[in-house]
């Protein structure tokens, strides 16, 4: 029959009240900061090799399209750029990708003389480790680009021309 007895229990329930309401609204304000796994570091690499050949390729000046067309068909080496032409490209390339990217560039075409795929090393800065990823990116030489004199041997024709692949190798140093 006394009051306190009830008013415990009101202040018990309070409490437990204004607990629970705190716990609720440190849970929803929290920030939940994920950590960086491979696979997310993967993606953003694709997407930064990606992203810097479809630069390459829309630019208006001097594109992908421009840079295979004019290629001497000359392969890299660790040391010694052969192409001058891939010297801008490689050039363009470190200025689009993090400083943090190591990348090497190959082109992939069909060979008539050779009747097989032709791979070249055209860019190389090291060797890639296995966690390496590649974009690759399609060109289409037609006889009225402006064809090294490589390419004028291959027999492009307006009702043949040439698709290279732009394969781009890229990696975190």
Known sequence: MSDKA??????????????ISTIIFITRAMVVVTPQIELSLDAQLKQYSSDALIQLDSDNLYNLTGYVAAW??????LTVQVANNITGLDNRLNGILPDNV????????????????????????????????????????????????????????????????????SWYI
């Open 72 to 77: 001497n068909g000359g392969g890299a080496n």
């Open 102 to 169: 190591a990348y090497n560039l190959d082109f992939v075409y069909w060979k008539d003389s050779l009747k097989s795929l032709n791979t070249t090393h055209v860019i190389v800065h090291g060797v890639p480790p296995d966690n390496s990823i590649t974009a690759s990116h399609l060109v289409t030489l037609h006889s009225t680009d402006s064809l090294s004199s490589y390419w004028n041997g291959t027999g492009i024709t307006d009702l043949n021309p040439r698709v290279v692949e732009v394969r781009l190798i």
């Open 6 to 19: 009830q008013m415990h229990t009101l202040e018990g329930l309070a409490a437990a009240i204004l607990v």
